[in-house]
T-cell receptor, first 116, second 111 residues
Framework: GAGVSQSPRYKVAKRGQDVALRCDPI?????LFWYQQALGQGPEFLTY????????KSGLPSDRFFAERPEGSVSTLKIQRTQQEDSAVYLC??????????????FGPGTRLTVT | RKEVEQDPGPFNVPEGATVAFNCTYS??????FFWYRQDCRKEPKLLMS???SGNEDGRFTAQLNRASQYISLLIRDSKLSDSATYLC????????????FGAGTRLAVHP
């Protein structure tokens, strides 16, 4: 079956541009996570959705970062006025169930964002 | 201090070698523990969960010491295909299942 897909796979943005990164989770997965992975580091949590509800956005680095999942399936991570420090791989992960239950998170291939 | 700390890499080992990775975590509320594998320019994939009693999956053995807040991964009889970055991961009980990753340890297995 299809896994988690993300688009675009690569994005180059000029500093100050807005970007939108898309995530298609595995069909039927309730939970959706966004992570940011800088070069040479492990992924860092950004935000979490259970269906359409954004339950945790504690990892978003600034108010330039915004995420949504309006119908509880596809999610978009938007970065406004991009800065060079936003250059990273943005990973989306989904899992079958939500709160309090430990199910495996399946990761998408990521979007590699380069801000010039 | 980072919440999850790992051995700095890289580890360069010959085929057939046994290699061990260590990891410590700072939050005693950590509930679940994992090792993920990440190939170059690919997404992380779950290698194995880590249980208090220790667990084994073929050539891979994971151990957890809750008292010392320490996790380990042992790889026996290394293969060229084991070359990757190994990420130590914890999940906190109150954290909506979000994963906290270490920076990863790179393993290079050579002929």
């Amino acid at each position: 079956g299809a896994g988690v897909s993300q688009s675009p796979r690569y994005k180059v943005a000029k500093r100050g541009q807005d970007v939108a990164l898309r995530c298609d989770p595995i069909s039927g997965h309730v939970s959706l996570f966004w992570y940011q992975q800088a070069l040479g580091q492990g992924p860092e949590f950004l935000t979490y959705f259970q269906n359409e509800a954004q339950l945790d956005k504690s990892g978003l680095p600034s108010d330039r970062f915004f995420a949504e999942r309006p119908e509880g399936s596809v999610s978009t991570l938007k970065i406004q006025r991009t800065q060079q420090e936003d250059s990273a791989v943005y990973l989306c992960a989904s899992s079958l169930v939500g709160l309090g239950q430990g199910y495996e998170q399946y990761f998408g291939p990521g979007t590699r964002l380069t801000v010039t | 201090r980072k919440e999850v700390e790992q051995d700095p890499g890289p580890f360069n080992v010959p085929e057939g070698a046994t290699v061990a990775f260590n990891c410590t975590y700072s939050n005693s509320a950590s509930q679940s523990f994992f090792w993920y594998r990440q190939d170059c320019r690919k997404e992380p994939k779950l290698l194995m969960s880590v249980y208090s009693s220790g667990n084994e999956d073929g050539r891979f053995t994971a151990q957890l010491n809750r008292a010392s807040q320490y996790i380990s991964l042992l790889i026996r009889d290394s293969k060229l295909s084991d070359s990757a970055t190994y990420l130590c991961v914890v999940r906190f009980s109150g954290g909506y299942n979000k994963l906290i990753f270490g920076a990863g340890t790179r393993l290079a297995v050579h002929p």
